[in-house]
């Protein structure tokens, strides 16, 4: 049963940081890339950053570039989001996913990322 599950979200004040870390689990963590989502109240699911199997490759919304940095441990079946200068802006739930075939999308739960004063 493929699962992967959110954590380290919270309350923080403008421009402090977080770590996100997704914990997965039922498929071969090492063998697809992953990513980073997010949904602010009343809006769409919003692209954050991606990485690929091998974290050769990152790629990052401009919203976030230079302020986020998505990175994997393959032994630990991990992937995370490190945000920094953080902006009320980037208050949303915060999702991990992973596609590997046009049927079988996979989605966390979310943690929720409140940024304020």
């Known amino acids: 049963q493929v699962q992967l599950v959110e954590s380290g979200g919270g309350l923080v004040q403008p421009g402090g940081s977080l770590r996100l870390s997704c914990v997965v689990s039922g498929f071969i963590f090492s063998s697809y890339g992953m990513s980073w989502y997010r949904q602010a109240p009343g809006k769409e699911r919003d692209y954050v950053a991606s990485?690929?199997?091998?974290?050769?490759?990152?790629n990052y919304a401009e919203s976030v570039k230079g302020r986020f940095t998505i990175s994997r441990d393959n032994v630990k079946n991990t992937v995370y989001l490190q945000m920094s200068s953080l902006k009320p802006e980037d208050t949303a739930v915060y999702y991990c996913?992973?596609?590997?075939?046009?049927?079988?999308?996979?989605w966390g739960r979310g943690t929720q990322v409140t940024v304020s004063s």
């Open positions: 996913r992973f596609v590997t075939s046009p049927t079988n999308d996979y």
């Open positions: 990485i690929t199997r091998t974290g050769n490759t990152r």
